[in-house]
């Protein structure tokens, strides 16, 4: 709904355990772990903890995961919006929105701010002047630029934002001080596949003699988001096939249809 602009969650319970491969980008990101847990042993000597980073990666690869399991990691409350919910919204209230939120954040600090689609209203201003709700972009980014500068080294909010698009992203998002680190979530390889399989078919009721190898090889390109729908669809064919275990053919038919969906999507998209 239109009024509901962000969210707050308390009780994160999702935690690195929950994301699969991204060795990489766990590593990186556990530092902001350690100072949302302890952030005054990095201020006593003087050093600055970072106000922002990027998630950068395709889509589904698990960003707004990963930025969840930071809040769980650091048992910090997680705020979260997306970027594409301003696009439809009234002169002024993008701003208000992004100050509220962050007035919440600072209350409640050490948190986490996590922005979806940044793209949305972080894209390079002054191009495309074309549509209407322009400015409406621009004082909403303009906002979000303002309350990272207003930050104090004791304030303790990280902002993590996730794009797939980091090129078209207004250059001042990226100077120091705000989003300066980026961290790049990519799909997954074969042996990532597998590691997200196994988190996605632990729900299930399977054949014992399932091949999660098999099933890796079987999708090149697909990300993690994807590997959820096989499993979840696998599940639901094999039930209205009245089957008591999820089995390989079910499983081969589910990522026939989500091929079936990507290459739909592709052909729209262009
Ligand atoms: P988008 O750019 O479309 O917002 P995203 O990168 O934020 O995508 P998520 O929303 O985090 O992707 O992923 C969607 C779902 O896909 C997750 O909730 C999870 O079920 C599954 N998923 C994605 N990546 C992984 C992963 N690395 N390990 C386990 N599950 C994953």
């Known amino acids: 709904s239109r009024a509901k602009l962000f969210d707050e969650k308390t009780d994160l319970k999702t935690t690195f355990k929950d994301v699969a491969g991204l060795e990489g980008a766990k590593e990186e990101i556990q530092e902001i772990v350690e100072f949302l847990r302890n952030p005054d042993k990095y201020t006593t000597l003087g050093g600055k903890i970072p106000k922002g980073a990027l998630l950068v ?149 399977k054949v014992e003699d399932l091949d999660i190898d098999f099933l890796a090889k079987q999708t090149p390109g697909f990300s993690g988001a994807d590997i959820a729908n096989v499993c979840n669809e696998a599940a639901l064919i094999a039930a209205r096939n009245n089957k008591t275990a999820v089995d390989k053919q079910d499983f081969l038919d589910a990522v026939d249809r989500i091929v079936g969906g990507l290459e739909k999507k592709n052909k729209i998209v262009t």
């Open 57 to 205: 990666g395709p889509p589904g690869t698990g960003k707004t995961l990963l930025a969840k399991a930071v809040a769980g990691e650091a048992k910090v409350p997680f705020f979260s919006l997306s970027g594409s919910d301003f696009v439809e919204m009234f002169v002024g209230v993008g701003a208000s929105r992004v100050r509220d939120l962050f007035k919440q954040a600072k209350d409640k600090a050490p948190a986490i701010i996590f922005i979806d689609e940044i793209d949305a209203v972080g894209r390079a201003r002054g191009k495309n002047n074309f549509s209407g709700s322009n400015d409406e972009r621009e004082n909403t980014l303009n906002q979000l630029l303002t309350e990272m500068d207003g930050f104090g080294t004791n304030t303790h909010v990280i902002v993590l934002a996730a794009t797939n698009r980091a090129d078209v992203l207004d250059k001042a998002l990226l100077r120091a001080g705000r989003f300066d680190r980026q961290i790049y979530v990519d799909l997954p390889d074969v042996r990532e596949r597998k590691e997200i399989f196994e988190v996605h078919l632990k729900p299930l009721k």
